[in-house]
């Protein structure tokens, strides 16, 4: 199994996007050396010159921001997670966005629009940009979510995982399950779709990570279906799908993004994940106690519980160095909303954490407020606002320690946090006004040692680029 450590902790699947091709949530990379046909080889050359059109010009922020705004796209009807990958092979990341589309609803009933996924090939700066689709509403794919770009076939060029579905589907009486978990190939510029859960699954899936979790040599996918709460892996195969139908269940438990690394130092893979569909619970990790095996071929696991003060939370993610004394230390945002006028408000505040890891990572791990501030919009009818999102984490201010990107999502705002001394944080507001936005990326688009924000808006139907002005 290919490992490396990290102060302390062996990560496996979160390596430099030059291992692979994906970033997402924004200082995750989510890839592995593996090939599941077991065959190496060159990346691809581009197939064509990316044609991006008229160049986008930057508009300022705000009077006083330290960052210009690029508007990648102003009509991304419903735009949603985005990943920044090479897709075409040319050595720029580019952005692979989907996109819910916009659902009606009478208040008791809703009806929805197949979701859409598609690549925004970057030309020779962060102004130009082409758009390809990927997933089209033919493929009745409904709330497509975050999505993972590996070389899934082993040809050298990237494959798309597309995880999807949402408890919203229910609602629909033309839809009603809308669970699916598939991953497109990348054939000569088409993209062929391969089922590992069909669409129409009970379980819907935010995320899937590729990464070999057995150690056998083949990519597998480490996912947790919702709302059920259950995390899963896909064991890989050398069939055409390239991985098993059939979900090998880790345990009750974990989330939207989970995270397989080795939390206990015993040199394999466990998985952490914050947890929203679980009662009491915030951020848990499972570990992995025996190998799979023919009498367990799941593995043999158990759960602990990282923190469970801070209510439902959407990510968790581990970041080494993050202040500078090479421990890794994990990162969470919950996704609350306490206003007393609403149905069932929850208890807390919403906010970004960092936690420690205890000398016994099997015990409860030391919170700090990272950025509080954050407050969800009120509920109003059939909509529901919870604060804040996800995140991304990287250098935004060129000063060489980790800064953050977080969107408020029920809080209309968007933020960056600036770390101004080791383990202190000022918040910033970037957007008065980009509800509920995703991404939170941070990455070097355009190669010249500084990075950019990634956000889009839901709301707003935009995939913005943000650029710290010279």
């Known amino acids: 199994m290919r490992v490396r450590r990290l102060a302390g902790l062996m990560v496996t699947g979160l390596v430099p996007v030059a291992c692979a091709f994906t970033l997402a949530l924004g200082g995750a990379p989510a ?20 044609v991006c059109g008229a160049r986008i010009a930057p508009v300022d922020v705000a009077a006083g921001s330290p960052f210009a705004r690029y508007t990648v796209d102003g009509a991304a009807m419903g735009a949603s997670f985005v990943t920044a990958a090479d897709v075409n092979g040319d050595g720029r990341p580019d952005l692979v966005v989907s996109r819910f589309n916009k659902y009606t609803s009478d208040g008791a009933a809703v009806t929805l629009v197949p979701g859409e996924v598609s690549a ?27 999505s993972t770009v ?11 995982v597309v995880s999807a579905g949402f408890f919203v589907c229910a609602f629909d009486s033309a839809v009603k399950a809308c669970g699916a978990l598939t991953w497109f190939e990348q054939d000569a510029g088409t993209w062929k779709r391969h089922d590992v859960v069909a669409p129409g699954g009970t ?34 195969d050398k069939s055409p799908s390239r991985f098993g139908s059939t979900p090998l269940e880790i345990g009750d438990g974990l989330g939207s993004f989970p995270t397989p690394i080795d939390i206990d130092h015993d040199g394999d893979l466990d998985v952490a994940s914050a947890e929203f569909f679980v009662a009491g619970s915030s951020f848990a990790w499972f570990e992995r106690t025996a190998e799979p095996s023919a009498a367990a071929p799941s593995g043999v696991w158990a759960r602990h519980v990282i ?17 500078g004394d090479g421990v890794v230390r994990a990162v969470g945002s919950n996704h609350v909303n306490p206003d007393p006028t609403g149905s069932n408000p929850d208890t807390v505040d919403p906010g970004i954490f960092v936690f420690d890891p205890p000398a016994s990572p099997r015990d409860p791990w030391k919170k700090a407020l990272l950025a509080g501030g954050i407050v969800a919009r009120k509920n109003v009818g059939s909509q529901v606002n ?5 995140f991304g984490w990287g250098d935004l201010d060129g000063d060489g320690d980790i800064d953050f990107a977080l969107s408020g999502d029920g809080d209309a705002r968007t933020f960056w946090i600036e770390q101004t001394s080791p383990g202190s944080f000022a918040t910033h507001v970037l957007e008065e006004s980009l509800s509920q936005a995703s991404g939170g990326l941070i990455v070097d688009l355009d190669g010249d040692g500084r990075s950019e924000m990634v956000f889009t808006g839901y709301d707003n139907d935009v995939v913005n680029v943000y650029v710290r002005k010279k």
């Open 31 to 50: 890839c592995s050396s593996s090939k599941n046909d077991g065959a190496t080889g060159p990346v691809k050359p581009q197939a064509a010159p990316v």
């Open 120 to 146: 925004y090939l970057q030309g020779d700066a962060v102004d130009c940009w082409q758009k390809v689709d990927i997933v089209t509403q033919a493929e009745h794919i409904y709330f497509p979510n975050l």
């Open 150 to 160: 590996d070389d899934i076939d082993g040809d050298g060029d990237a494959d798309v």
């Open 203 to 236: 379980s819907f899936f935010h995320h899937a990570v590729v990464v070999d979790f057995d150690g056998d040599g083949l990519k597998d996918l480490v996912t947790a279906s919702e709302s059920n709460a259950k995390a899963r892996w896909f064991k890989g």
């Open 307 to 323: 923190d469970d003060t801070s209510g439902r939370a959407i990510q968790l993610s581990f970041i080494p160095n993050l202040y």
């Open 386 to 390: 919870l604060a804040p999102g996800v």
